[in-house]
């Protein structure tokens, strides 16, 4: 069983659509992330939360929103999104930012965009 | 130049031989070493931290060679269960993920 758990495991919305993907851990880390991951490829790094605070951003668009309302808590809001946007949605969490702590994965949220 | 590069092969090995994946990493300050496998769908799985002295776990070995830049994985007595995509993970101020080396063990 994961220790980081994502909900809901899959989601299913039109391009107008608001929704959120939710991922808790329970391991006292420090560290969040969001990554995407296409099939056949590595995942991508999209935000890094540290101490509840936005570390990074990798030019991620607007229509992606995250939100961190406690450290066991991240979320990922979903506005307007498009057809591409289609893919894995994967939160991690370490140790600890900085000391590069390895990370632990939750199982996912498949995210289709219709 | 990617950051972290491996052979995505796929490797196709038959159950019970030794196979070997390499890695090379850009970055030669890079902190923090790691092999991950992920299975088809599924997320990603820590398999191993790489240490510079070398570190064995049963069956694998993880090595890692900083003056030239890469880490490498072992995996000894191959089983059909092993059969995945090995991710190697490089971190210098963030996780630098390579593309993965696909390994098919079969009977």
């Known amino acids: 069983d994961t220790e980081v758990t994502q909900t809901p495991k899959h989601l299913v919305m039109g391009m107008t659509n608001k929704k959120s993907l939710k991922c808790e851990q329970h391991?006292?880390?420090?560290?969040m992330y969001w990554y995407k991951q296409k099939a056949k490829k590595p995942p991508e790094l999209m935000f890094v939360?540290?101490?509840?605070?936005?570390?990074i951003n990798e030019s991620v668009p607007s229509r992606f929103s995250p939100e961190c309302p406690n450290s066991s808590l991240l979320n990922l809001h979903l506005h307007a999104l498009q057809p591409e946007d289609s893919a894995l949605y994967l939160c991690?969490?370490?140790?600890?930012?900085?000391?590069?702590?390895?990370?632990?994965f939750g199982d996912g949220t498949r995210l289709s965009i219709l | 130049r990617k950051e972290v590069e491996q052979d995505p092969g796929p490797f196709n090995v038959p159950e019970g031989a030794t196979v070997a994946f390499n890695c090379t990493y850009s970055?030669?300050?890079?902190?923090?070493f790691f092999w991950y496998r992920q299975d088809c769908r599924k997320e990603p799985k820590l398999l191993m931290s790489?240490?510079?002295s070398g570190n064995e776990d049963g069956r694998f070995t993880a090595q890692l060679n900083r003056a030239s830049q890469y880490i490498s994985l072992l995996i000894r007595d191959s089983k059909l269960s092993d059969s995945a995509t090995y991710l190697c993970v490089v971190n210098f101020n963030k996780f630098y993920f390579g593309s993965g080396t696909k390994l098919n063990v079969k009977p």
């Open positions: 790489v240490y510079s």
């Open positions: 991690a969490s370490s140790q600890d930012w900085e000391q590069g702590q390895p990370q632990h």
């Open positions: 391991m006292g880390h420090r560290a």
């Open positions: 970055n030669s300050a890079s902190q923090s």
């Open positions: 939360y540290s101490y509840e605070k936005l570390s």
